[in-house]
């Protein structure tokens, strides 16, 4: 890995004249602040260390986001965007906004990040005439994972947009796991390019020596009902008559502008009854996982989540389900435990298991590193996601690397 981050690093200084000079620019489109600087910042800084001008065009809720933003060396355009929002006439009063951003910024390159943007930012991108469009989707979301009137309605349509505005030679779709690139295959005709998440800093999240007991196992994400926060806390009602002695975290906060939001006063009244702890919004994550024996994310369906990369860099043994995304980072009997979606008797099991088997958790915890250095590197993403931008512009003048 190290020697992989100094040939980016090589690359990145040969590249950024070249690229300069051709005034390239890559405009990333997420929907929210705290969603790009969350998931999406660190790669974004590789792109800019390439060579590339860099801005964001999001929506603000936090001015202290935003700062951070340009803190690393990125403009931010900001746009008002309802995640949820289905008023035609809302949605055509976006779609101008996005037009006339894209039209005023000329990016080279137009990067849009989860269903709406990628949806909205392909359809401005025609309009606007942009050169090219990378779309990644992370995980198929809501749409594709819920069982109610509304997604089964939608979901038609969404492919239908898909395979109408992203399959254009200009046009580059990714995903975080095969699943999701089988599916779209199938179903809107898209051939999508594999890259595994959006890349963890191995030395921000590196092992640490287990903290003292009771064992604590963390579940962190938005605090969604498809993350299976119901699930984990079954389990941990469980896992509480059973005498077992640990205990059940969660940390993350309701995404308001996702209908899986899980409310704040549901949240607060489990933590009241201690059937598990709630540990709010956190940002220093390392922090957190220091304070883990065993991270869980029993969801229904994921692109690649953040908080398993995170976890196996830091070296924690995992449970997870087997559904698209977790079960790429997570390998029965290597470094974690896969169940059943929406079983939370296997996954009180899984946990139990092993949380009675300290060697197991070591052992896992071990293989998770490994998996993490090995695939999941933020140099490694960074490298292939630069590949796809020389793809659809042109000649790469990256350096050749033997290492």
């Avoid at 951003?101 to 989860?114: D, F, G, K, M, Q």
């Avoid at 389990?235 to 899980?262: F, H």
């Avoid at 931008?389 to 000649?395: H, M, P, S, T, V």
Wanted: aromatic content about 6%; charged content about 20%; proline content about 7%.
């Amino acid at each position: 890995m190290q020697a992989l981050a100094l040939c980016a690093g090589v690359a990145s200084m040969t590249q950024a004249a070249g690229r300069q000079v051709l005034g390239r620019k890559v405009l990333f489109f997420v929907a929210v602040d705290w969603y790009f600087c969350l998931h999406w910042l660190p790669l974004a800084q590789w792109v800019r260390r390439a060579g590339y001008d860099t801005a964001v065009m999001t929506e603000v809720t936090d001015p202290a986001q935003a700062e951070r933003i340009r803190a690393a060396g990125l403009r931010v355009l900001p746009i008002e965007l309802s995640r949820k929002g289905l008023n035609p006439f809302a949605e055509l009063a976006t779609l101008w906004r996005i037009l006339r951003l894209l039209r005023a910024e000329r990016p080279s390159l137009l990067h849009a990040i989860a269903q709406k943007p990628v949806l909205y930012g392909a359809l401005g991108a025609r309009l606007a005439g942009i050169r090219a469009v990378v779309g990644t989707l992370a995980g198929l979301g809501y749409l594709f994972t819920s069982r109610g009137l509304r997604a089964r309605l939608l979901r038609p349509l969404v492919l239908l947009g898909y395979r109408f505005l992203l399959t254009g030679p200009r046009t580059r779709v990714i995903v975080q796991n095969p699943d999701d690139g089988r599916q779209l295959a199938q179903q809107a005709g898209i051939e999508p390019v594999l890259i595994r998440g959006a890349g963890v800093d191995l030395e921000r999240f590196a092992p640490k020596p287990p903290p003292p007991p009771p064992l604590v196992v963390v579940l962190a994400s938005r605090m969604l009902w498809d993350k299976g926060i119901q699930e984990l806390v079954d389990a941990s009602s469980l896992l509480r008559a059973r005498g077992v002695p640990l205990r059940m975290v969660l940390v993350g906060k309701p995404d308001a502008g996702n209908p899986s939001a899980v409310p704040e006063a549901q949240l607060k009244t489990w933590a009241d009854a201690g059937v598990v702890e709630w540990w709010g919004h956190r940002t220093d994550m390392p922090a957190v996982l220091a304070q883990a024996h065993i991270v869980c994310l029993p969801s229904y369906r994921e692109g690649l989540p953040t908080i398993l990369i995170e976890a196996a860099a830091a070296g924690l043994p995992l449970v997870a389900t087997d559904v698209p995304g977790c079960r790429e980072v997570v390998r029965p009997g290597i470094n974690g435990a896969l169940v059943p979606a929406r079983d939370a008797a296997a996954l009180a099991g899984a946990i139990e298991h092993l949380a009675g088997d300290p060697a197991r958790r070591i052992r896992y915890g071990s293989a998770s590193r490994r998996i993490a250095e090995t695939e999941l590197g933020i140099a490694s993403v960074a490298s292939a996601t630069l590949a796809v931008y020389d793809a659809l512009l042109g000649a790469s003048t990256r350096p050749r690397c033997d290492h």
